[in-house]
């Protein structure tokens, strides 16, 4: 008698529906299956855990339906989408790992076992000892510093996989900032578990050249498109209405521009540390990620969502004393005015501006889109921030010219395709900040996810969990906008109440119910799909927040689109704030047409300005690394006057 096997699903795989077939995707690639295969894949997820014999699984299918079960799960092993193992899923294996090893090792049990047993060492400088050792802590492997140190480099052994960083072009020294430190130590540490793991070696990017922190290269990127002027209502229409029509064909050949604004330090002030907490929020990099399935093969993630880690909102601190470049790393001050001095005044203007060609040089006239959705999610996080912190604040959104012209370019030597967006004053606290408080907060910004594959398309649960998401959209709504919560699956939310499939408006009596039902998901299924890009899969995850707001309100010019999507972004940030709280994901996905959301929510004339879908997060093949969060922010916050304790 042949012995049992244990069937698995692998982490990374996503089953889309079709009209009348299922989309697979998996670690292998793309295949087509069955149409049947979606909804059996869904029944029978929670059983395809490695701890259930096969045996078991067909013994809860009907006699008649048990063949059928086995050709699906034959199938399933072909596409790569499912492990038969000889033995069960050990316990204490975290899945974010066993995905990796998915992807590599024949034996990813035994390969995740030996790695969570495992000792390592580290050979480096004195101040990169404790962000290398937090990032390994992160993954499971004790770390030790060498007794041999004595090399400016960085090496990481654990059992025989080296890898090794060395001193060129000063990279280890330059820059010097705990966060470049940080995420550079994540990259290494998470290269390590992943050669460890079965992965073949592969160069690491070095400090400067990280996205998000890429200190070399020009400040614009030449032949990217620059987005002003945009004065032609039917191209801003086009932005809304339909994405598609503005994306490049293909890949662009324009050279990606340096992420960070290359000046020369000069002496600063330090920034405040109630300032500090709220630039926390949204321009330090949170998490490391590096995997095969991670953009360009690692990122650093930021407190705010962006278009594959780009970043185009640039901070400047404008005091009575003068002005400065606030570095998104280690929010360091950089003067950028011949006036400024050590003192960092006593009334404090934060403008934000934003880089047009780090977008654009991808995603061309789309990118004033994208541009524009970050400031206002920018300007919403920091005004979130303050309102936690009881911190007084006025923010004012506004579109100006790029460049040097006009007052702000001038003042803050602006680029030429920057321009300022808004802006934010705020008066300092009169007393220490609550840090009990404004922590709690803090750690929703933190469990924040926004990029590639964030849902556990097979492994969610049943009900889904909203959480406070709902109380939360309705707290920030605004008449100008309509807003609707389409729920794809059985949900609760905090007060335990349970919401049934269907599209729901958001109002401030309560929900209001549109459509019953799954039609609400499968015309946004539909939608997505005819795109022609690998859209979400809805059912997967747990409901979408749709923002929209009328088609000639929108769209009168790019100044009015700019106030709209600022205003809107207030209730999208809530609803990811709501998310996170809830354990779930809020992600920020775009290409949402105006006729789907005409098909899904009833009403005509409305131009989509957020699409925010909610799920569960599931190991996708990247390891993820939190950089430490002592690095940017202590325990203890002071009055205006004081510095920021680690």
Request: charged residues 25%.
């Amino acid at each position: 008698m042949a012995p049992d096997l244990y069937p698995r699903l692998v982490g990374g795989v996503h089953a889309v529906a079709g009209r009348d077939s299922t989309l697979l995707t998996t670690p292998t690639g793309h295949h087509r299956g069955p149409a049947g295969l979606h909804p059996l894949l869904h029944r029978l997820a929670p059983l395809l855990d490695g701890r259930t014999a096969e045996s078991s699984v067909l013994a809860r299918v009907p006699e008649p339906g048990r063949a059928m079960v086995h050709r699906g799960l034959d199938h399933l092993e072909r596409c790569g989408a499912l492990r038969r193992e000889a033995v069960a899923r050990p316990d204490g294996i975290p899945g974010q790992l066993l995905a990796v090893a998915d992807l590599f090792s024949a034996a990813p049990y035994e390969r995740c076992a030996a790695l969570l047993a495992a000792g390592g060492t580290v050979d480096a400088p004195a101040d990169w000892l404790r962000p290398l050792d937090a990032a390994l802590r992160q993954l499971s492997v004790c770390a030790e510093p060498s007794a041999a140190s004595g090399s400016r480099g960085v090496l990481v052994r654990i059992g025989e996989v080296e890898v090794a960083l060395a001193p060129d072009d000063g990279w280890l020294v330059e820059p010097v900032g705990e966060a470049e430190r940080s995420l550079a130590a994540a990259a290494v540490a998470a290269e390590a578990v992943a050669r460890f793991l079965g992965r073949p070696a592969r160069p690491l990017p070095g400090a400067r050249e990280l996205p998000g922190l890429d200190r070399r290269g020009p400040r614009t990127s030449a032949g990217a498109p620059l987005l002003d002027p945009w004065p032609k209502p039917e191209e801003i229409r086009a932005l809304l209405l339909d994405p598609a029509s503005l994306l490049p064909a293909g890949e662009p050949d324009c050279p990606r521009p340096a992420a960070v604004r290359p000046l020369g330090a000069g002496e600063a002030p330090r920034i405040p540390g109630w300032l500090r907490a709220l630039l926390w929020c949204v321009h330090v990099p949170l998490r490391w990620e590096s995997g095969d399935l991670a953009h360009s093969g690692g990122w650093a993630h930021r407190g705010l969502a962006s278009a594959r880690g780009f970043y185009p909102v640039e901070l400047y601190l404008v005091t009575d004393t003068g002005a400065w470049y606030v570095e998104p790393g280690d929010l360091r001050l950089v003067p950028v005015s011949p006036s400024a001095s050590s003192d960092p005044g006593s009334r404090f203007t934060l403008v934000l501006t934003v880089r047009e060609t780090k977008v654009s040089h991808r995603y061309h006239r789309y990118a004033t889109r994208l541009c524009l959705q970050e400031a206002g999610l920018a300007l919403a996080a920091l005004g979130d921030a303050a309102r936690e912190a009881d911190i007084t604040a006025d923010t004012v959104v506004e579109l100006g010219e790029r460049g040097r012209s006009g007052p702000w370019g001038e003042l803050l030597d602006l680029g030429p395709d920057e321009r300022p967006v808004g802006r934010i004053e705020l008066d300092p606290p009169h007393g220490a900040l609550d840090a009990p408080s404004f922590g709690r907060h803090r750690a929703l910004v933190r469990q924040r996810r926004s990029g590639h594959r964030v849902f556990d398309a097979l492994g969610a649960g049943r009900v889904g969990r909203l959480g406070p998401l709902p109380v939360e959209l309705a707290a920030a709504l605004d008449d100008r906008f309509s807003t609707f919560l389409v729920v794809h699956r059985p949900c609760l939310d905090a007060a335990a109440d349970r919401w049934e499939p269907g599209c729901y408006r958001v109002t401030g009596q309560g929900p209001e119910l549109v459509r019953a039902g799954l039609e609400p998901t499968e015309r946004l299924q539909r939608g997505q799909d005819a795109m022609g890009w690998l859209a979400p899969d809805y059912l997967s995850a747990s409901a979408t927040v749709i923002v929209a707001a009328p088609v000639e309100e929108a769209t009168a010019d790019v100044r009015r689109l700019h106030e709209i999507t600022a205003a809107a972004a207030r209730i999208a940030h809530r609803g990811l704030l709501g998310a996170a709280a809830a354990g779930a994901v809020g992600r920020i996905h775009n290409s949402l047409r105006a006729d789907v959301v005409a098909a899904v929510t009833g009403e005509e004339h409305l131009a989509p300005l957020f699409q925010l879908i909610v799920g569960c997060p599931g190991p996708d093949g990247t390891i993820t690394v939190d950089v430490a969060e002592a690095a940017f922010i202590g325990d203890k916050f002071t009055q205006h006057t004081g510095e920021t304790r680690c």
